[in-house]
DNA sequence: CCTTGTAATCTGGTTAACCAATTTATAAGT
DNA sequence: ACTTATAAATTGGTTAACCAGATTACAAGG
């Protein structure tokens, strides 16, 4: 019996062949920005595989901004040039899943930079917005209930409050994985929840207050208290 | 005649439409993590769209890993909760596209973290891969020629050295709208380009003799020089 | 009552034919 | 020769039928 999971890894490597071929075409026919790649019933009969392969691969370029499909029209290579084109396809084929070290890294970089710009941009609705979703926390919480998920919603709206659209959906393509290990780890036991709950007040007030210093500063301790504790676990176990 | 550009969008609203649709399901089934989502047949058929259409709007949800479908099995929410779910589609569906300033912020923001990490983790290959980069770069401005391209492989050979792949992943995203930014504002003239080797060549020697400090700053200098200097010329537009 | 084997059903993935808008080629008019 | 009108060919998007693997239901055997 083949195990189900290897059915979705042939289907990301017939996926990662066809890029890696239309990266070729593109080099061989010396295709110039906002020029026309072959239609996609070309492509998917000189790769000899299916057409909807061909589109979910144009998809994924699309995604990377390498490609701009228009309907009835055709399929364009971006304005990045050649010499871009091939260094990005080769990077993008290369890269590999991410591990818990790069995900927390990367959270702590970013919130400690979208708490700092949503202390000085927030509207009041931001606001409101960031102090219900403490609310809903808070109030979990206290009734001794697991909330991991309101704890990431909590952070969340501070990343909409920064007011920078591509942090924000940075933010929410790493959360649901944090939340997945944290569940795994079980890194939000109660006495952490209830220290967090104060940890979480502070940033709520220094955001209120518009004081970008005090605000990265009380995200950071809230992050050390979180991820030392982590390590601990995770030593342990 | 309707605009080549209209079909596009309207293909985005059913896809939003969708994807808000799939939410209120799972919400009104009340279905819990690691539940099976209706067949895709069932859900185009409910909401009388298309299947491939309930397909895209799938894979969109599976990147943002609130979806996992597998094959001849069916397609699952992921273990986050209701709650969370909930959040982030609402967040997802209101996501805006990226201005010019958002995309800068996020690209310092990175940069300055993936070269001290890199200065750091760096391998002996990333940095052979990086002194390619750099002479590639160095070269072509010499020449007199544009050389954006190159300019930010060199950034994108840095991101890949710093070991940490979502950031990797991130760096790509944002590079293509970068490089066509660029060049529609003109920001990287000759006489700019001639000053960016010095300084390109600093950050290297950084990275090179693993001082993260020093290439931070090496860095910090690039952009300001860079982003200044784009500032002028926008104004002066 | 529980286990096991088998067949029917259901699943996401694939394929091929079809659609409407676009683009290109062709022909008519001036 | 050039412009304009019309038709043929091409495009990405959609639809419906089909495939192989996975799941489920159910009956036979213990």
Redesign the pocket.
């Known amino acids: ?4 999971i ?3 890894v ?2 990301l490597d ?1 996926q990662k062949s066809i890029i890696s071929k239309i990266g070729e075409l593109i080099n061989f026919k010396n295709l110039e920005p906002g020029d ?7 492509l ?1 009969e000189k790769f000899e ?5 061909v ?2 691969a ?1 998809q994924k370029l699309e995604l990377y901004g390498l490609l701009d ?7 364009f290579v971006a304005n990045i040039g050649v010499i871009a084109m091939n260094g990005m396809i080769e990077d993008i084929l290369r890269l590999e899943d991410p591990d818990f070290k790069s995900l927390v890294e990367t959270r702590i970089l970013l919130e400690l930079k979208t708490v700092r710009l949503a202390s000085l941009r927030r509207t009041e609705e931001d606001l409101e917005k960031i102090k219900e979703a403490l609310d809903a926390y808070s109030e979990k919480v206290l009734r001794g209930e697991d909330a991991v998920q309101e704890d990431l919603l909590f952070h969340l709206a501070i990343a909409r409050a920064s007011g920078n659209s591509i942090m924000n959906n940075f933010m929410l393509i790493i959360t649901p994985e944090i939340i997945t290990n944290f569940e795994k780890y079980h890194v939000c036991d109660k006495k952490l929840a209830n220290l967090s709950i104060s940890e979480h007040q502070d940033i709520f007030e220094a955001i209120k207050k518009q004081d970008p210093m005090l605000a990265k500063q009380k995200m950071k301790d809230h992050f050390t208290v979180l991820y030392q504790y982590c390590y601990n676990i995770k030593k342990s176990t």
């Open positions: 019996m083949k195990l189900k290897l059915a979705k042939d289907s017939t026309k790649l072959p239609s996609e019933r070309m998917s595989v299916s057409r909807s392969s589109r979910e144009i499909s228009i309907p009835q029209s055709g399929t």
